[in-house]
């Protein structure tokens, strides 16, 4: 598993501000990396090899460079639906290119 970019809070039993503060000292992945890149997409093609998905939901896509999605749904090769969160039309359908199915 990978930690991409959650700004909010996980729930939890623990207190708002412990919940948060474990969160926000995360650090985040450099998704324009090569080398981050190629581990990622390398990971999600052995996952998918190994338990045989059919497919994957990714919370938190917005967080992270469309130009990543496309590759790692391309790499995964099944379907892929995607969590964006935004609220407006335009703003869902840059995603259209990027993974099968995007939602809000």
Do not use: M
């Not at 997409?41 to 919370?59: H, M, P, Q, T």
């Amino acid at each position: 598993f990978f930690f991409l970019r959650n700004r909010r809070p996980p729930r939890s039993t623990q207190s708002r501000s412990s919940a948060a503060s474990d969160v926000y000292k995360r650090q985040d992945l450099n998704h324009e990396n090569q080398f981050v890149i190629k581990t990622l997409i390398d990971w999600v093609k052995n996952y998918v090899a190994k338990y045989k998905f059919d497919g994957i939901r990714l919370d938190t896509v917005r967080y992270v460079p469309k130009s990543f999605w496309k590759q790692f749904s391309d790499a995964a090769g099944v379907f892929t639906i995607g969590e964006v969160l935004d609220g407006k039309y335009e703003y869902l359908a840059g995603y259209q290119d990027c993974l099968l199915y995007t939602s809000d």
